[in-house]
């Protein structure tokens, strides 16, 4: 049947028919915050490429995740930005180390809030690389034993979930290995399995200071174009043991998502990265588009694509208006 007696309108009428045929809605219960964690006491400083967003000392960041707890997000996940970096990314791994001290302050204060951490080496290498670097190489093996480190550190600080974000081979199934010989086999990991070389990262690497001093990461992210690649990424993480599976960034790679979601059964994370963020504050600043619409139409597709979770720079300003 089509038109004139078929009307797709119909059901578009009003707010009210409009909600009973809305397929997708945005929940609280969806949304990750990515939060940066400092040296220091009292910081609270804004990051200029990403408006309202902004680098915490511990006893700041307890009281953002105070606010974030009360307006209804489960999840956030920590990038520690440390004073001191060396070679081999030291503080990393460091048992009283920002992340490590982040951690476990907001679980003692906070403790229904579920708390992730972003395991990598490259805000804590001086050379800003994801892993140990011999001449201008960045050695895979060598990087997983720190970032296996890392792991169990963040779970010995509280961690309930951990995050590999480097893109080494193997560090799933090292940190799986790691943290079951340590007691820590209920601490599930999410992977950032299909994680792209990509230009929308440039705001973070402002706020965690981890701009590679020489080279790029395109010989351990994966390349833009491969689709196919990315799922195969994925599903080698799941047979290394890991829990969930993220896609980031998310709305230029909504396919992989969706191919992603067809294909496993896993939950699947996507992160809607920095550069997403700041572009849609960029152009809302200057009176080009409505932010706010922007910024809820881009994470109610992302959902609509695949997602369970995402992660959001802008998580807490939305959950009051979700449900
Ligand atoms: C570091 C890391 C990056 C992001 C998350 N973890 C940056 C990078 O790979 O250079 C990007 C997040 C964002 O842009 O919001 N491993
Ligand atoms: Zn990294």
Redesign the pocket.
């Known amino acids: 049947m089509t038109f004139p007696r078929t009307r797709m309108r119909r059901l578009r009428r009003t707010e009210r028919l409009r909600g009973m045929v809305r397929e997708t809605r945005l929940h609280r219960d969806d949304l990750i915050l ?1 939060l940066f964690v400092v040296e220091g006491h009292g910081v609270r400083s804004p990051i200029s490429s ?1 408006p309202g967003v902004h680098r915490f000392s511990v006893d700041q960041l307890v009281t953002e995740c105070k606010e974030v707890a009360d307006v209804g997000v489960p999840c956030v996940i920590l ?1 520690g930005v440390p004073d001191e970096k060396d070679a081999r990314g030291s503080g990393a791994d460091a048992s009283g180390g920002i992340t490590q001290r982040a951690v476990e302050a907001i679980k003692q204060q906070v403790p229904d809030l579920i708390v992730m951490t ?1 395991v ?4 804590y290498t001086d050379h ?1 690389h ?1 892993g140990v670097v011999e001449g201008e190489e960045v050695v895979n093996d060598a990087s997983v034993a720190r970032l296996a480190a890392t792991a169990l550190s963040h779970a010995r600080a509280g961690a309930d979930i951990v995050a590999p ?3 080494m081979d193997g560090r799933v199934a090292a940190m799986r290995t790691v943290l079951d010989e340590n007691g820590f086999e209920e601490i599930p990991i999410l992977s ?1 399995a299909a ?1 792209f ?2 230009a ?6 402002e ?2 200071e ?3 001093a020489f080279g790029d ?1 395109r010989a351990y ?1 994966m390349d833009p174009a491969n689709g196919r690649e990315a799922l195969r990424e994925m599903r080698l993480d799941l047979e290394e043991g890991a829990d969930a599976l993220m896609v ?2 998310a709305l230029p790679y909504l396919d992989i998502l969706s191919q992603a979601r067809a294909e496993f059964d896993v939950p699947l994370a996507a ?7 700041a572009m849609i504050h960029a152009a809302s600043e200057r009176g080009w588009i409505d932010g706010d619409r922007a910024m809820r139409e881009a994470l109610v597709g992302i959902k609509r694509a695949g997602a369970d979770w995402i ?1 959001s ?1 802008a998580a807490k300003d939305l959950a009051p208006t979700l449900d």
């Not at 929308?200 to 690497?205: A, I, V």
């Not at 992160?271 to 963020?277: D, Q």
């Open positions: 990515p990403m990038f972003d990598c080496l490259c805000e800003g994801c974000s480097d893109m950032y994680k070389a990509s929308y990262y440039g705001p973070f690497r706020a965690a981890s701009t590679p990461r992210q980031k960034p992160y809607h990265v920095s550069g997403e963020y992660l720079y």
